[in-house]
């Protein structure tokens, strides 16, 4: 089978195109290191099926970043049949960087001039046929995004593979094409691949290159020798670079006609000068994601029932809601577009229920199977499917931010401000996606260079609230703004949410400058411009998340929920009991004193275990945690006078937190705890295979003690508002030992200089 691959800039519509030629729901994010590893894929449009590999994107061949060795290492190595340069057609000069390095391999190249639908849209003009002449291969020219243009694409790069091609460099006329000359006959006589490739290399100085061909670096410094002060008056590969644009400004441009219109800011550069700005870019980026946060967990849609005092009254009963109409209004007024979706999924949850406890009942089987199947499965099932809507409503909004462009911008702004505390704005990448998954964020920083900040980039990705956070973020809170009133819950969630990300933010900056020291990774990032997201690419995306969920909801929630049901309402001995003498009920209560010192543990009496358990299910799966209470709700509630479940959504959970009498300040601890502790279990084992061997332990004892200690303090100074003063002296002692630590190592430093 012929082997394709897929080779071009950041953001030139690489991956877009794989998935249109494959059909793989590959995630198309608009940044760079969406795609750290290769992706390999089946076009079956031609006469015979064609193997399509999608390599990460690069700006060059030259082995500085993780995603170029890939991309480099598979064209040198796997020896692909066709390399289809994707060319972004509205940066011409910049893409065709990469390309006048691809045609000095000897390798078929077919060039894609992608985005051309973009460049008639601005009424430019580009020649496609005066290209393919001065690059010597064919050019096609598509739209990946619109599917145009694919097929004829297709065949040409077919067509091209079944032809050998020898490789040709634009240098051919520099002042070191000499050199490159003899260094390529000399490979050539030893049998060397893709010599005229490995010749420039080797004129760059390039440190594989250097290692691997040492006779032919005694001929490049004979060579430097010689020409000091002609052509090698400055750095050799800058010297090659701008031979390159030289090349590419004298013979292509001409191929690019701009209209006046295009001349003029486009309205991406006209949103970028607001949404970018240096002082107001992160306060609206804060802004739109509250707003996000408000669609998803508010039930006051646009606080409106706060100003115009019309919602139904649901206590006083003066316009008493049915089922139905609750799932669009309640007491605090029109519910958000995430709140209905919810108590519409919670409403049919219900009455599933319903019909399965009916169902079981009829069936004639016992007390212990009814049980099982109701208490034990369905309300651990159940619990998490009734937030699948809610969190995908989440994930929706989320993803049109990354499709449009924009968060590509956030960690354009961003970088100034973690660049302070010891990160470049391209860490934001992987945390920003620790939003949806902890998992496949872990994976994107390969594509960090740095080591030191790759590994505390892994260790404070789980800090960035995950999908399967967020039902417990939305529990809690519900069940605070439940309790008193005023309180508005979505505030509340995105206050949490912004807490995990300056905790992030300090515990990097800590880590710069005792265990971490050293210097910031410059950033560089290609930002593609504003454009509406691709409805098939949206619904792929949250399909995939959707068979997560539910691949999690009846794999280890159901096995979860079945363990939690039977160690708390068996003894010991085996002997079905009340969940007072349960398996359970004893292992909580004897380490329940752990979790005392953050609210949720020996004060509670005879209910803290229960936030223990949840706390060490959530361990696995954060979905456990509110599985488990849905778990244990009954039991529970058949120890309370009077108890109420709430019917069904998050009612059982609300009433069940309400019933152990724990206080609003131990629950926030709660959920801190949660936020920051160990990720669930397929996390940890990503952040393990990302991280050096023999330092993952290190990386389990900075999340057990920095949600234990931060959890702490939370509850002291949110219970006893005077213990602010104390923490804030610890902090402020900690600061000063820092940089006096720091100043000391300015001043031996310096000494030593001066000794030398």
Same mark, same amino acid.
């Given at each position: ?17 794989f998935? /249109? ?5 590959? @995630?198309?994010? =608009?940044?760079p +290191? ?10 079956k449009?031609? =006469? ?37 340069n994707?060319?972004?057609a509205?940066?011409?000069?910049? =893409? ?9 391999? !000897?390798?078929?190249?077919?060039? /894609? ?10 009424? !430019? ?12 291969v064919?050019?096609?020219?598509i ?11 297709m065949?040409?790069?077919?067509? &091209?593979?079944?032809?050998?091609r ?5 240098l051919?006329?520099? &002042? ?21 490739? @490995? ?47 030289r ?5 292509f441009?001409?191929?690019?006609t ?7 800011? %486009? ?27 408000h669609?998803?967990?508010g ?5 409106l029932?706060a ?5 139904? !009254? ?14 669009f209004?309640?007491?605090? +007024? ?24 009916s169902?079981? $009942? ?30 995908l ?5 989320l ?17 100034r401000?973690?660049r ?6 391209r ?11 902890s998992?496949?964020?872990?994976? =994107? ?5 740095d080591?030191k900040?790759?590994?505390m ?10 999908? /399967? ?7 809690v ?5 439940a309790?008193y ?36 990774a410059?950033?560089?990032m290609?930002?593609p ?7 098939? $690419?949206?619904?792929?995306?949250l399909?995939d ?14 096995? %979860? $929920? ?20 349960s ?32 706390a ?19 039991a ?9 479940d ?36 397929a996390? /940890? ?13 290190y ?18 100074v ?6 602010a ?13 820092i940089?006096?630590?720091?100043r000391?190592? $300015? ?10």
């Amino acid at each position: 089978m012929l082997k394709l691959a897929l080779a071009g800039n950041p953001n030139c519509g690489k991956t877009t195109l794989f998935n /249109a030629l494959t059909g793989s729901t590959a @995630h198309v994010g =608009n940044w760079p +290191g969406v795609t750290v590893d290769k992706r390999e894929g089946v076009y079956k449009k031609l =006469n015979v099926p064609v193997s399509v590999v999608d390599l990460p994107g690069i700006y060059s061949l030259s082995p500085y970043t993780p995603e170029e060795l890939i991309a480099r290492n598979y064209i040198l190595e796997e020896k692909p049949d066709c390399v289809i340069n994707i060319v972004d057609a509205t940066n011409l000069e910049r =893409n065709l960087y990469l390309t006048t390095q691809l045609l000095e391999m !000897d390798v078929p190249v077919v060039v /894609a001039l992608n985005m051309m639908d973009a460049v008639r849209k601005k009424g !430019d003009t580009l020649d496609a046929h005066r290209l393919e002449q001065e690059l010597g291969v064919p050019v096609a020219e598509i739209s990946a995004l619109r599917g145009e243009g694919i097929r004829e694409l297709m065949q040409r790069a077919y067509k &091209a593979a079944q032809k050998k091609r020898e490789g040709k460099s634009v240098l051919a006329h520099s &002042a070191l094409a000499h050199l490159i000359g003899d260094i390529s006959i000399a490979l050539r006589g030893k049998g060397v691949e893709h010599p005229l490739f @490995h010749a420039v290399k080797l004129a760059e100085g390039d440190e594989q290159e250097v290692k691997a061909h040492p006779q032919e670096v005694q001929t490049v410094k004979a060579f430097q020798k010689q020409c000091s002060g002609e052509c090698f008056s400055g750095d050799a590969e800058a010297l090659i670079a701008d031979a390159r644009y030289r090349y590419i400004t004298a013979h292509f441009s001409e191929a690019l006609t701009r209209s006046a219109k295009a001349r003029s800011l %486009s309205g991406s550069d006209k949103a970028d000068r607001v949404l970018t700005h240096r002082i107001w870019g992160i306060p609206i980026f804060l802004l739109i994601l509250f707003g996000i946060f408000h669609l998803t967990f508010g039930e006051d849609l646009f606080y409106l029932n706060a100003i115009f005092k019309f919602a139904y !009254d649901v206590d006083t009963g003066n316009k008493v809601l049915n089922s139905f109409v609750a799932v669009f209004f309640s007491s605090a +007024g029109v519910s958000t577009p995430g709140a209905i979706l919810f108590n519409l999924m919670g409403f049919l949850c219900s009455l599933a229920g319903d019909g399965i406890a009916s169902g079981v $009942s009829s069936a004639g089987a016992a007390a212990w199977a009814q049980g099982l199947v109701n208490d034990g499965i369905w309300s651990g099932v159940s619990g998490v499917l009734s937030f699948i809507p809610q969190i995908l409503f989440l994930f929706l909004l989320l993803s049109v931010l990354e499709d449009s462009g924009y968060m590509a911008r956030v960690a354009f702004i961003l970088d100034r401000a973690f660049r302070k505390f010891g990160l470049s704005g391209r860490a934001f990448i992987p945390m920003i996606m620790g939003f949806g998954c902890s998992v496949p964020a872990a994976i =994107n920083t390969r594509t960090l260079a740095d080591e030191k900040e790759r590994i505390m980039t892994n260790r404070v990705i789980p800090f960035f609230t995950c999908g /399967a956070k967020a039902p417990i973020l939305a529990a809690v809170c519900g069940a605070i703004a439940a309790q008193y009133t005023g309180v508005n819950a979505d505030l509340l969630v995105f206050a949490l949410y912004l807490f995990g990300m300056a905790m992030a933010v300090v515990t990097v900056a800590v880590m710069r400058q005792t265990t971490m020291r050293g210097e910031v990774a410059p950033f560089i990032m290609e930002l593609p411009s504003y454009h509406l997201p691709q409805f098939r $690419s949206l619904m792929v995306h949250l399909w995939d998340k959707l068979k997560h969920y539910i691949k999690k909801a009846f794999t280890i929630i159901v096995a %979860s $929920s079945v363990v939690i049901w039977f160690l708390s309402n068996f003894s010991w001995n085996w002997q079905m009991v009340e969940i007072q003498n349960s398996i359970l009920y004893d292992i909580g209560a004897f380490v329940q004193w752990v979790c005392t010192p953050m609210g949720f543990g020996s004060q509670l009496g005879q209910f803290g275990w229960v936030f223990v358990v949840a706390a060490v299910t959530g361990l696995i799966a954060k979905e456990n945690v509110i599985s488990t209470f849905y778990v244990l709700a009954p039991a529970i509630g058949a120890l309370i006078p009077g108890w109420d479940d709430g019917e069904s959504g998050i009612g059982p959970v609300v009433a069940l937190m309400q019933a152990t009498g724990i206080t609003w300040q131990a629950l926030i601890a709660f959920t801190v705890f949660n936020m920051l502790t160990i990720p669930c279990f397929a996390a /940890a084992a990503t952040v393990k295979g990302e991280t050096p061997k023999g330092k993952f332990r290190y990386t389990l004892a900075f999340w057990m003690l920095t949600s234990y200690l931060t959890a702490t303090a939370v509850y002291l100074v949110l219970s006893w508002w005077w213990t602010a003063f104390i923490l804030l002296a610890l902090i402020a002692l900690f600061v000063a030992y820092i940089l006096l630590r720091g100043r000391a190592s $300015s001043c031996r430093a310096c000494r030593c200089r001066v000794e030398k």
